[in-house]
């Protein structure tokens, strides 16, 4: 465990038990490795596998013969056949039914077709048609049991949709399910298995955190306006008791607090990362560790992003993980910490500049306000290093939702309309029920509250956010009915058209340099990829199946709210045409093709990109 200060003298609240390692004389077993929760997990994740892994194209089921129209039927490398049945989805995704997937016996086997959930018998039978080599196979089978440990955790404590509906934003954080598109989306490699008790949000343990002082020489403040003192941060996130306290720690090493920045460590990366390889600054007192604050936080989905429990009013922190998960090791890189409260700033003068933004769709952008960067006094000289060494140590102050919602008005994350529960019940489904309209009024409202920011920023401002179901949070009036819109994660995920458009003129330099430039024709990606296919697809699905309302009605309100958008400022119809929602088709982004077939887990000296492969038809088009 961390060996941090004693916290000062001062109430304080009890910490609740720390997950231990079991003693090898008394090995224990966590409730939810059991064969029920771990066969149900197992076959659902191999049927996700196989939908994802064929509208990536990663595998090519053929028709079965003599079959219905929906079954198919996938070849092994040992001449082994799986069956399953699959409805094909928008955008020419598939939609495998897990209790139907079957394994029939290489020849010359006479047996017949048995019923088949295993993940792990897949990858052996199938490595080659995967095209898998040894060391992302090796991996993959690591991601592949924290995924499902993690996924059987979450089936054994499941509650159902009418709780789930009563939770708060931070609780129903640790009911999701995770990213609907990556098959191994809680492979957290680095965490062990009592480190995912502590920190994984399913494991929903509240958690409070200990801070570090960096000096100066080390560590760079950044602050929006307002913030430009650091002194203003601490003064509004610790007790007054907390700061004296931190402050007398340094005076009793001789060491002056002014030439110290204070920011909180993840006690996993304190361990794993900051005290061996900063090892020399803290023998020098350039890092000095400090006591845990008073307030008790819960980690959201995105793991290393806190919400504060005892004071919803201070600021979320986003804290740098060195543990590798979905796509890339979860650090925090130091030119985006630094530029972080300007990309805030930039952003939230284009919609305080702007009454459509501002006054009439009253979008709530949670900035990133603060940051504390801490440079490697060896790996920030070495460009050519692994990209993980160089987002090892900083923080950064996140504004709350708590505050910035009207009276009656909840908020969810856009991921958590894609939740089931174990009896089948749609999450979304008891929401509509719950507002008491239709499920096609009910959704032209969610579509009303999510597209025209989204959309005019990307038209008005050649600026796109990823609007994935993590980023992208409904705000709900006290009916459940969708309202507006509120956008997290900014200067991870923003960017701009890299044709200059007059709106980018007054860009400042810095935020220039940190946000990403695409060309048109892919910058509308981010909302066909983070929201359309991200979530939209598998949401169209949820409500043909369980609210009557068909796939292509669905994207038929979509289109309309498009369009219904555009019709409301004629004047940007170049931009329209420059940034094109509506073609015929779009290029297929592959986030799984990327782990199998491109980076693997392969060191590199820059974060990896999702790729393309060929096209697929777009739901939005209509000749």
């Not at 304190?270 to 803290?282: G, M, S, T």
């Not at 009454?355 to 790996?379: C, K, M, N, Q």
């Not at 007054?506 to 340099?513: F, L, Q, T, W």
Request: hydrophobic fraction near 40%; aromatic fraction near 8%; charged fraction near 25%.
């Amino acid at each position: 465990m961390p060996n941090f200060p004693e916290a000062p003298d001062s109430p304080e609240p009890a910490l609740p038990p720390s997950p231990q390692h079991p003693s090898p004389q008394h090995p224990v077993t966590p409730p939810e490795i059991n064969a029920p929760t771990w066969d149900f997990a197992a076959r659902t994740l191999l049927a996700k596998m196989l939908g994802e892994f064929a509208y990536e194209e990663i595998v090519s089921p053929v028709p079965t013969p003599s079959a219905a129209g929906d079954a198919w039927t996938l070849t092994l490398d040992d001449g082994g056949r799986l069956g399953f049945r699959a409805r094909r989805r928008s955008y020419g995704s598939w939609q495998v039914a897990p209790d139907t997937i079957t394994l029939t016996a290489p020849p010359p086997s006479t047996e017949s077709s048995t019923a088949f959930g295993d993940p792990y018998e897949f990858l052996i039978r199938a490595r080659t048609l995967l095209r898998l080599d040894g060391e992302t196979l090796g991996h993959l089978v690591r991601e592949l049991s924290a995924t499902l440990a993690a996924d059987a955790r979450l089936d054994h404590h499941a509650l159902t949709a009418d709780v789930l509906a009563d939770l708060d934003y931070a609780a129903l954080e640790g009911h999701q399910t995770g990213h609907p598109w990556l098959v191994l989306n809680k492979g957290r490699i680095g965490l062990s298995a009592s480190d995912t008790a502590a920190w994984a949000p399913e494991a929903r343990t509240r958690q409070r955190l200990p801070w570090l002082a960096a000096h100066t020489s080390l560590a760079e403040y950044r602050g929006a306006a307002g913030l430009e003192d650091p002194a203003r941060l601490y003064s509004a996130e610790l007790d007054p008791v907390t700061r004296a306290g931190f402050d007398q720690v340094l005076r009793d090493r001789g060491l002056d607090p002014r030439g110290y920045l204070y920011l909180p460590v993840h006690p996993w990366q304190w361990d794993e990362i900051v005290l061996p390889l900063f090892a020399p600054a803290l023998a020098s007192g350039a890092l000095v560790p400090l006591p845990a604050d008073l307030d008790m936080r819960l980690p959201q989905q995105s793991i290393r992003t806190f919400l504060n429990l005892t004071r919803p009013d201070r600021h979320s922190v986003k804290l740098p993980l060195s543990v590798f998960n979905t796509m890339v090791w979860r650090g925090l890189p130091s030119d985006l910490a630094l530029a972080a409260p300007a990309v805030t700033g930039w952003i939230h003068s284009l919609r305080d500049s702007d009454p459509f933004l501002r006054d009439e769709w009253r979008v709530i952008l949670l900035g990133e306000v603060a940051s504390v960067t801490v440079r490697h006094p060896v790996y920030d000289r070495l460009p050519e290093v692994p990209y993980q060494y160089k987002e090892l140590l900083g923080a950064i102050w996140r504004e709350p939702l708590t505050g910035r919602l009207a009276p009656g008005e909840r908020a969810r994350t856009l991921a958590s309309l894609l939740h089931t529960d174990p009896r089948g019940r749609s999450f979304t489904a008891e929401l509509v029920a719950r507002s008491g309209l239709t499920p096609t009024v009910w959704l032209q409202r969610l579509f009303a509250a999510l597209l025209p920011p989204l959309l005019h920023f990307l038209y008005r401002y050649g600026t796109v956010f990823s609007p994935h179901g993590e980023n992208a949070i409904v705000v709900f009036d006290e009916n459940d009915v969708p309202v507006r819109l509120a956008v997290k994660d900014f200067v991870d995920d923003i960017n701009i058209s890299r044709e200059p458009l007059p709106e980018h003129q007054s860009m400042p330099a810095e935020v220039r340099a940190a946000l990403l430039t695409e060309p048109p024709t892919f910058l509308t990606q981010f909302i066909h990829s983070g929201l359309f296919i991200g979530v939209f697809r598998y949401l169209s699905a949820i409500c043909d199946d369980r609210l009557g309302v068909p796939e292509d009605d669905f994207w038929s309100l979509v289109r309309a709210e498009i369009l219904h958008h555009q019709s409301r400022f004629p004047e940007l119809k170049e931009r329209f045409e420059l940034f094109d929602l509506l073609s015929e088709r779009i290029d297929r982004l592959c986030l799984n093709r990327n782990r199998l077939h491109e980076d693997g887990y392969r060191d590199r000296p820059d974060r990896p990109h999702a790729v393309t492969h060929g096209t697929v038809p777009n739901p939005l088009h209509r000749s």
